[in-house]
């Protein structure tokens, strides 16, 4: 039996209905995450429900619920689906109501819903690096609030799939800014870069974990805006995100980066991240080498 939430209780998925003129259906009018679960528990489930009140906020949904009931409830959740390895992805909309452009008035009440996915850790990408494109981004300007519109992020993901490659990286003119889902990375000299956490794109969670790795750990970081000819012609390039991980790229459109396998230092972090999840969630028995 399939159990997921609706707002904020424990239901049989197929006892729920989501009517036809909610927010979320006809105008993607809502906000997500997805958290990982390890070994049974949340990884950085707080940073992920923050995020979602704030991506919630700036789209004026006042999210009705705290951080601490929500994660209480997902924790159910996950003990009642017997998850082991996997995600939870939320979703809240602004609601049912009439369909019209504008907000409803009187405001409607927010639709919440969650559920859990198993998933395998991506051990084979993870050692040998993935292949990936470059193409324009034709995303709003508003990448920093992780809302249900991922048309472009799909069509992104889509050209990237179409060409036997993993991700798709985003540029606006000749500047990277971040994945159809990851952010991007980049290694010159022994220094990271990667683009500020700005409106171009989603301050992802991962991303703000190694940031504070790198730091506690001595590798320098630059937030710093590079091109696409500085990227490809990088020491090391990777990816990060809640299921990318630490990611290396051994590809971008076909041209290899530095000799074509995982760089040293992006070993060096996959390593540091998986104990920093360790740290979290438990023991993994992965390993990189
Ligand atoms: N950018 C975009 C566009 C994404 O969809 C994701 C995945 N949520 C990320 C970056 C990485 O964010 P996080 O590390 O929080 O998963």
Redesign the pocket.
């Known amino acids: 039996m399939d159990m997921i939430i609706y707002n904020n209780s424990i239901f049989e998925r197929d006892s729920i209905n989501i009517d036809l003129e909610d927010r979320g259906y006809q105008f993607g009018d809502g906000v997500y995450e997805?958290i990982r679960v390890y070994n049974g528990k949340l990884f950085t489930a707080e940073e992920?429900l923050k995020?979602f009140i704030k991506s919630a906020n700036e789209i004026k949904i006042n999210v009705p619920y705290q951080v601490g009931e929500m994660q209480e409830k997902i924790n159910e959740l996950i003990h009642t689906t017997s998850l082991s390895t996997g995600i939870v992805y939320l979703q809240l909309t602004r609601g049912v109501s009439k369909r019209n452009h504008a907000f409803p008035s009187p405001p409607c009440e927010p639709v919440y819903i969650a559920y859990t996915k198993e998933l395998a850790l991506p051990i084979v990408p993870m050692k040998s690096g993935v292949t990936t494109i470059t193409v324009e981004d034709i995303r709003w300007l508003r990448?920093d609030i992780?809302s249900l519109n991922?048309l472009p992020?799909i069509l992104a993901k889509q050209e990237a799939v179409d060409s036997n490659s993993f991700e798709a990286i985003q540029h606006r003119g000749t500047i990277v800014t971040?994945?159809?889902?990851?952010?991007v990375w980049m290694i010159k000299n022994q220094v990271l870069y990667t683009h500020p956490a700005n409106h171009y794109?989603?301050?992802?969670?991962?991303?703000?974990v190694l940031l504070s790795i790198c730091k506690k750990t001595g590798f320098v970081v630059e937030e710093k805006p590079f091109t696409i000819e500085d990227m490809v012609k990088a020491d090391e390039v990777f990816l990060?995100?809640?299921?990318?991980e630490v990611m290396p790229v051994i590809q971008i459109n076909k041209q290899r980066i530095g000799n074509g396998d995982p760089g040293t230092l992006t070993r060096q972090l996959q390593q540091l991240f998986t104990s920093e999840i360790e740290k979290q969630c438990g023991n993994l028995s992965k390993s990189f080498d």
Do not use: A, D, P, Y
């Not at 971040?178 to 952010?183: R, V």
């Not at 794109?201 to 703000?208: A, D, E, P, S, V």
């Not at 990060?240 to 990318?244: H, L, N, P, R, Y």
């Open positions: 997805v992920h995020r990448c992780k991922l992020n971040e994945g159809s889902s990851s952010n794109i989603l301050n992802g969670i991962t991303r703000q990060t995100g809640t299921t990318t």
